[in-house]
């Protein structure tokens, strides 16, 4: 196998060694995916100032996330069907994470259930949840997680209604699932994929399945999914979650300043910026871009997150710059999963700490909590070349 030196070297392996439709999955965006790559074009076109003359033997990527100390800005983002990426994707990055000391979220779409997971790590796992109309089985949920000692709960709020990925309907990724001769030519192209999903159990849904009422397989699954998602969404149901909960609440989906205070008025510890991924609402705009102005607004009032277009640890001295107090990873990690199992979850986790420590020597910074906006370059001060030359 190829070494793994950057996120686009895993990105690449990972093409080549799991089926088209999950690739895809991982890799594609909504509608046009115009917000997918504006996300990556946003972080690239910020620019970091350099300085010299400074002290910066004693750098650290080390920081703090809702109390967890944490190797480095960063938790690993929820990510639906990670078990199908990879076999037991979910416990793989889990015991990544732990093993490199940042915090794994577990999406309530998950193959492997948060009770399997919790067996194989003792790490700070997250648990993503949705406001669902199934009360009673999001009430179960809740005290599951409470049992499995999670540490805290994302709500995701922008995951009411699904963007159109033109990719999931040509591959025919669907649910159920419907095999066809050429998805089933697809999986048999990945021979290690196919080798190790055979040797798992785990192929369902493990936090829905055998736990919401009249679920017990894919077909019911599939019915229950289809009919789960309040539309009629209100702050009072977020105070609702958060007095269920009673611990650390994190908010998902804020694109706006005034959406990111009514969650924090509603009781969120933290919050992230996302347009999961450009996964949602194409022609959103990039995390990116509205990170400084619902950072300004909230203060110190809740901790700020982002997700979309984590690529490299620049990316995350950007990130943090600009407001954050770290971000969320999920194409990242899952490259890196599909490209080498866990093995390559930990490479992805230990090149985002390399490429973020050489970033902060060459902007002279020691420490994740010194960077600020004056560690970026505004676009006015940038020079403009003439082309038309002398």
């Given at each position: 196998m190829k070494p793994i030196l950057c996120v686009e070297d895993a990105r690449r392996l990972a093409r080549q060694r799991i089926p088209r439709m999950f690739y895809d999955f991982v890799d594609s965006g909504s509608w046009t995916e115009s917000t997918y790559h504006a996300n990556e074009q946003a972080f690239a076109a910020i620019r970091l100032r350099q300085r010299v003359g400074k002290n910066i033997e004693h750098r650290s990527t080390r920081t703090q996330l809702l109390g967890s100390d944490c190797a480095l800005p960063l938790a690993i983002a929820p990510t639906g069907l990670a078990g199908f990426v990879w076999?037991?994707?979910?416990?793989?990055?889990?015991?990544?994470?732990?093993?490199?000391?940042?915090?794994?979220?577990?999406?309530?779409?998950?193959v492997c259930s948060l009770e399997e997971v919790r067996r194989h790590t003792h790490g700070p796992l997250w648990l993503q949840v949705s406001l669902l109309k199934d009360r009673k089985f999001l009430q179960g949920l809740v005290e599951r997680a409470r049992q499995a000692n999670c540490s805290a709960l994302i709500l995701t709020l922008d995951y009411h209604v699904a963007g159109q990925r033109h990719c999931d309907a040509r591959n025919g990724l669907s649910l159920p699932p419907r095999i066809s001769l050429r998805q089933l030519a697809d999986m048999l192209s990945s021979p290690a994929w196919c080798a190790a999903m055979l040797r798992t159990r785990n192929r369902g849904f493990g936090n829905v399945i055998g736990h919401a009422k009249g679920v017990h397989?894919?077909?019911?699954?599939?019915?229950?999914?289809?009919?789960?998602?309040?539309?009629?969404?209100?702050?009072?149901?977020?105070?609702?979650?958060?007095?269920?909960?009673?611990?650390?609440?994190?908010?998902?989906?804020?694109?706006?300043?005034?959406?990111?205070?009514?969650?924090?008025?509603?009781?969120?510890?933290?919050?992230?910026?996302?347009?999961?991924?450009?996964?949602?609402?194409?022609?959103?705009?990039?995390?990116?871009?509205?990170?400084?102005?619902?950072?300004?607004?909230?203060?110190?009032?809740?901790?700020?997150?982002?997700?979309?277009?984590?690529?490299?640890?620049?990316?995350?001295?950007?990130?943090?710059?600009l407001g954050a107090r770290g971000v969320l990873a999920g194409r990242?990690?899952?490259?890196?999963?599909?490209?080498?199992?866990?093995?390559?979850?930990?490479?992805?986790?230990?090149?985002?700490?390399?490429?973020?420590?050489?970033?902060?020597?060459?902007?002279?910074?020691?420490?994740?909590?010194?960077?600020?906006?004056a560690n970026i370059v505004p676009p006015s001060h940038r020079p403009v070349h003439d082309t038309n030359g002398p």
């Open positions: 076999a037991d994707g979910e416990i793989l990055c889990a015991r990544a994470a732990h093993r490199f000391g940042v915090p794994y979220s577990l999406s309530i779409g998950s397989d894919l077909q019911s699954f599939a019915q229950w999914h289809g009919n789960q998602f309040e539309l009629n969404i209100g702050w009072d149901q977020v105070e609702w979650l958060k007095r269920l909960w009673g611990g650390p609440l994190i908010v998902k989906g804020i694109l706006d300043r005034e959406d990111a205070l009514h969650a924090v008025s509603a009781g969120a510890d933290a919050i992230v910026v996302s347009n999961q991924g450009g996964r949602q609402l194409d022609g959103a705009p990039p995390t990116i871009e509205m990170l400084p102005e619902i950072a300004d607004a909230v203060g110190t009032q809740t901790e700020v997150l982002i997700d979309g277009g984590i690529r490299s640890g620049q990316d995350i001295v950007r990130a943090c710059a990242a990690i899952l490259y890196g999963m599909a490209a080498a199992g866990e093995n390559g979850v930990s490479r992805i986790l230990e090149i985002l700490r390399s490429e973020m420590l050489s970033t902060m020597a060459f902007c002279g910074m020691n420490e994740v909590s010194q960077l600020t906006p």
